[in-house]
């Protein structure tokens, strides 16, 4: 565990942590992740059967002496950092409900059982980074209770936004609630981040896990949060562990909060849906909506719009950010991708390599490795099926993690897309120097010609081995990467 004090220096504050460009990260909802059995506080309570309907509200039992279970398996997969949705005590499956930020949930085995977890995985040279929803709390935090019980006599009734009294946390149909909540859901009580006990309780407690030994935080809603809470949270957090990755779960242009004083990275979304487009462009689900987009995000693309979104969204951080964002096909809030895919694992396949491909940290959504193609929320939260032995998907995300640690320029800043003959084929660099790499990729049915830029290039690696050795020609649905040393 780590109980580093002090206070952090401006450039610990500001300088991204170098070990974020390097990782591969797989992202873990506990409650359908793995049962262990060895939770006290589970026995002689009724939990759903493993596998029930993710739609439905209860508790499959999952819990993190099951992920410290499945760090062999995870590993070898070629994972070296975990990013859990939320730990702490809650009445809801997916625990954005808090009820207490300083008690892990006693389902999930509470405390000591996150310490053991954390040990573990450092034991490996592993990582771990926990999901901070700092916005709101539970109807049950300990906190909004007492004003539930006490009224305007409460001391705490200054911690959040009140209307209008007496409070109506179970409002009937029309009746104000009286407090603000987030998304008018009054389940999720909206703290008063400028009052004072208010902001030193939530930054105590980002400081109290950093200390216990997680590598950072995952920020849920940071943008509805005022933003000197955040400069003060990324003081309060390098100070100690000037590594910590802060990530935040922006949608869209993170710009405004991406400067040095705030967060590392973003969840990169933009090149989520970029992605899934034009690899996925027979099969994306145009008309799907997501709560938290104005617009459909899933449209085909063409090369051309697909080169130009990746283009631009990279061009709008500084390389220092591009290293640290997290780059995901999708997670706990939105349909897996082998679902907006139309179940095509050969368009997941490509897709995952270009994720691969990128500068920042690949996100890997738990399960996607065996095939689960849950739709939209709460389809995405299905029970992981041990019972199944892996397969390909499973291999080729191994193949994916060992060759982006193979080949130093998949972890570099420069990418540039060389111009192509075909709408099918995407041609691109990365790296530079002698360690420069050009890459092909075929997204469509058929094979195409291939004319590398010099014949002198040298094959690293091919997705389709009976092509390794060739350079004129790249299979369907295939990749193919050359050494380009070339000036």
């Known amino acids: 565990m780590r109980?580093?004090?002090?206070?952090?220096?401006?450039?610990?504050?500001?300088?991204?942590?170098?070990?974020?460009?390097?990782?591969?990260?797989?992202?873990?909802?506990?409650?359908r992740f793995r049962r262990s059995g060895r939770v006290a506080a589970q026995d002689g309570l009724e939990l759903m059967p493993w596998g029930s309907d993710p739609a439905l509200q209860g508790f499959q039992?999952?819990?993190?002496?099951?992920?410290?279970?499945?760090?062999?398996?995870?590993?070898?997969?070629?994972?070296?950092?975990?990013?859990?949705?939320?730990?702490?005590?809650?009445?809801?499956n997916h625990r954005y409900h808090a009820n207490d930020y300083l008690q892990v949930d006693p389902l999930l085995g509470g405390n000591d059982a996150l310490e053991a977890l954390i040990e573990a995985v450092h034991q490996r040279g592993m990582r771990l980074i926990l999901d901070g929803v700092f916005n709101?709390?539970?109807?049950?935090?300990?906190?909004?209770?007492?004003?539930?019980?006490?009224?305007q006599t409460s001391p705490y009734r200054h911690w959040f936004h009140v209307d209008q009294w007496p409070l109506q946390p179970y409002p009937a149909a029309g009746q104000s609630c009286g407090y603000h909540c987030w998304w008018n859901d009054p389940a999720l009580p909206k703290f008063r981040h400028d009052h004072p006990p208010v902001r030193r309780h939530l930054l105590d407690v980002a400081?109290?896990?950093?200390?216990?030994?997680?590598?950072?935080?995952?920020?849920?809603?940071?943008?509805?949060?005022?933003?000197?809470?955040?400069?003060?949270?990324?003081?309060?957090?390098?100070?100690?562990?000037?590594?910590a990755w802060i990530v935040g779960e922006i949608w869209g242009d993170a710009r405004p909060w991406?400067?040095?004083?705030?967060?590392?990275?973003?969840?990169?979304?933009?090149?989520?849906?970029?992605?899934?487009?034009?690899?996925?462009?027979?099969?994306?689900?145009?008309?799907?909506?997501?709560?938290?987009?104005?617009?459909?995000?899933?449209?085909?693309?063409?090369?051309?719009?697909f080169e130009q979104r990746i283009s631009e969204v990279l061009a709008r951080y500084r390389p220092a950010v591009n290293r640290c964002m997290l780059n995901l096909l999708d997670g706990h809030d939105t349909p897996r991708a082998l679902h907006v895919l139309g179940g095509d694992e050969a368009?997941?396949?490509?897709?995952?390599?270009?994720?691969?491909?990128?500068?920042?940290?690949?996100?890997?959504?738990?399960?996607?490795?065996?095939?689960?193609?849950?739709?939209?929320?709460?389809?995405?939260?299905?029970a992981y099926p041990w019972d199944v032995p892996s397969g390909a998907l499973a291999d080729w995300l191994r193949e994916l993690a060992a060759l982006r640690r193979r080949l130093p320029?998949?972890?570099?800043?420069?990418?540039?897309?060389?111009?192509?003959?075909?709408?099918?084929?995407?041609?691109?660099?990365?790296?530079?120097g002698r360690e420069r790499v050009w890459v092909a990729i075929n997204?469509?049915?058929?094979?195409?010609?291939?004319?590398?830029?010099?014949?002198?290039?040298?094959?690293?690696?091919?997705?389709?081995?009976?092509?390794?050795?060739?350079?004129?020609?790249?299979?369907?649905?295939?990749?193919?990467?050359?050494?380009?040393?070339?000036?």
């Not at 206070?7 to 610990?12: D, G, I």
């Not at 462009?281 to 085909?300: D, R």
């Open 3 to 31: 109980f580093a004090t002090g206070e952090a220096s401006s450039s610990a504050s500001t300088a991204a942590p170098a070990w974020v460009s390097e990782a591969v990260v797989y992202q873990i909802f506990p409650d």
């Open 61 to 92: 039992g999952g819990d993190l002496y099951g992920v410290i279970e499945a760090l062999d398996h995870l590993q070898g997969l070629g994972i070296t950092c975990l990013s859990l949705n939320p730990v702490f005590a809650s009445a809801a």
């Open 136 to 151: 709101h709390c539970g109807r049950g935090f300990w906190a909004f209770h007492h004003l539930l019980e006490n009224g």
């Open 207 to 243: 400081r109290t896990w950093i200390a216990a030994g997680a590598d950072g935080w995952r920020l849920d809603v940071p943008d509805e949060v005022p933003g000197d809470f955040w400069d003060e949270f990324r003081q309060t957090v390098r100070a100690e562990n000037p590594e």
């Open 258 to 305: 991406l400067g040095g004083e705030r967060f590392d990275g973003v969840m990169n979304y933009p090149l989520t849906w970029s992605i899934l487009g034009y690899f996925g462009a027979e099969n994306v689900p145009g008309e799907l909506k997501l709560p938290a987009l104005p617009e459909p995000p899933y449209q085909p693309l063409d090369r051309a719009g």
């Open 347 to 382: 368009a997941l396949r490509l897709c995952q390599l270009f994720l691969f491909l990128l500068p920042g940290a690949p996100c890997v959504y738990y399960g996607t490795e065996m095939g689960l193609d849950g739709g939209p929320e709460p389809g995405c939260r299905e």
């Open 409 to 432: 320029a998949l972890r570099s800043d420069a990418l540039s897309f060389a111009e192509s003959p075909h709408d099918d084929l995407v041609l691109l660099r990365r790296g530079e």
């Open 443 to 487: 997204r469509g049915d058929e094979p195409l010609p291939l004319t590398p830029p010099s014949p002198a290039m040298t094959p690293l690696w091919a997705s389709a081995p009976a092509a390794a050795g060739t350079t004129t020609s790249l299979a369907a649905r295939s990749a193919l990467i050359l050494a380009d040393p070339t000036p």
